[in-house]
């Protein structure tokens, strides 16, 4: 499977035989505390929960110089819906060239390994060089998702967070306005009575949908609610990762006390309409946040003509956020049936960063659409809910 | 090297890096031009390999990082020696 050169570099796709020497990649590139059991056994969790090949662990393609990993190029087993019907399919995570060896012919060389071995794929890009990679090896850029973000502690919000190191692509002028009220100390009120004004907007907004029951959970509803409600969901959308019972138990639920998670549920009569996973806000290690605790809607699911639902369970996911001790809330959304839910919820637009890349050469390749308005994502998506 | 094989190599690093006119091509590092990415050094590999007729490995590709450095290298391999 691998592509080997004259030189000792060669590009290959990582087996158990691996696991020694992906665990010290592991440990140069992120600074984990990797073991090469760690790695073999991670691999067999994912196998077991490769819903695009079941069994199979999803390919991971290195480059390795003398036996040593340089480049590294994973992925997640998913399937994707067309409209029509449900397809197999990878998310690309996790693209990691050592510093030593970046701008050179590695990144490009684990990109391509992976691709070749992935005849549909998907891929969340922030970075514009790696898009270009990955452009360079078939991936059509779909354009960036947008991120939302609605203040549930104003003042707090604004005193901290640094606006500029953010990138998230603001203005100028919001940027360098924010600034100067930080460093003015007028940020604590101005930030408060941005809160209260668009609390206020939420709180109008959630009231027509006073008659939907919601609630709080740590588990999951069962996977056969979870599997109706997204056949019923699935009906109006032109694309979307699957998010079945299978998909969201296996991805959100579990960990006991230290799952991250909270699900929030709309119920009518007891029949699930619509849910919101919510990622609990932790205090992050990010120099840019400073202390604020972001909470993130990471994961939401309601058939787009219930506008009704969906309002509803914003408005929820908000207070779990809050009671969770969150400043501010993050919903990165691509589908424009979200993005005019988010506004009414007093939600705050800022341009998105993280595009979708798609390549499909399978021989029976659908029509998938071309503009990310059309698709279906959330921020929980090749974990990408993991940055914050 | 001969002239011809020098100006050659020159053009194919103001085309692939996008170089602007009044750049010194001969003082091209990858280190201090942004434009000089993963994607950038594959396509400049590519050309040379097409250009002079020479088959890069990867491992020699993770090196060639500065303009002086592919010129070394295709001068030790005879690249652009022209023709007795």
């Known amino acids: ?388 | 090297m001969t002239d011809e094989a020098v100006t050659k190599l020159q053009e194919i690093l103001r085309t692939t890096l996008d170089l602007p006119a009044d750049v010194d091509v001969t003082r091209v590092r990858q280190l201090s031009l942004e434009a000089w990415d993963s994607l950038a050094h594959v396509t400049l590999m590519l050309a040379l390999e097409s250009e002079f007729g020479v088959t890069i490995d990867v491992a020699d590709q993770i090196r060639l990082t500065s303009y002086a450095a592919i010129q070394f290298y295709l001068d030790e391999r005879g690249a652009g020696a022209g023709h007795d």
Request: charged share 20%; proline share 5%.
């Open chain 1, 1 to 388: 499977m691998g592509v080997a050169t004259e030189g000792r570099v060669e590009a290959l796709l990582a087996t158990d035989e691996h696991a020694e020497v992906i665990a010290a990649f592991y440990r140069d590139a992120w600074g984990q505390e990797a073991t090469a059991h760690a790695v073999v056994e991670s691999r067999r969790r994912a196998a077991a929960e490769n819903v695009a090949a079941p069994g199979q662990a999803p390919p991971t393609a290195l480059v390795l110089d003398a036996g040593r990993v340089i480049g590294y190029c994973g992925s997640i087993g998913q399937r994707l819906w067309d409209g029509v019907a449900e397809h197999p399919a990878y998310w690309v995570k996790g693209l990691m060239v050592l510093p030593a060896y970046r701008s050179g012919p590695i990144g490009f060389l684990v990109v391509k390994q992976l691709a070749a071995l992935l005849p549909r794929a998907a891929a969340l890009v922030v970075a514009p060089a790696a898009r270009r990679l990955f452009g360079a090896v078939g991936f059509a850029d779909l354009g960036a998702a947008t991120n939302w973000v609605r203040p549930l502690r104003g003042g707090r919000l604004a005193q901290r967070i640094d606006v500029a190191g953010l990138g998230l692509g603001l203005p100028r002028w919001i940027v360098a306005g924010a600034e100067l009220t930080q460093r003015s100390g007028l940020a604590t009120l101005a930030g408060a009575a941005v809160g209260v004004g668009l609390g206020l907007m939420a709180a109008t907004t959630d009231r027509a949908a006073a008659r939907i029951a919601t609630a709080q959970d740590r588990e999951a509803p069962s996977r056969a609610e979870l599997d109706a409600l997204w056949l019923e969901a699935r009906g109006a959308l032109e694309a979307s990762p699957v998010r079945d019972g299978r998909y969201i138990r296996g991805r959100f639920d579990g960990e006991g006390d230290g799952n991250p998670y909270a699900f929030v549920t709309a119920r009518h009569g007891g029949r699930l309409l619509g849910v919101a996973v919510v990622r609990r806000p932790r205090v992050s290690g990010d120099p840019r946040l400073r202390g604020v605790r972001l909470g993130t809607v990471s994961e939401l699911v309601f058939p787009p003509e219930r506008a009704d639902v969906g309002m509803t369970l914003l408005g929820a996911a908000a207070r779990v956020a809050r009671t969770a001790g969150a400043d501010a809330l993050l919903c990165t959304t691509s589908h424009r049936a979200v993005a005019t839910l988010l506004r009414r919820q007093g939600y705050l637009r800022v341009p998105g960063n993280v595009h979708l890349l798609v390549h499909d050469r399978t021989a029976t390749a659908p029509r998938w659409p071309s503009d990310v308005a059309s698709w279906w994502l959330a921020r929980g998506d090749s974990d990408a809910d993991d940055v914050f």
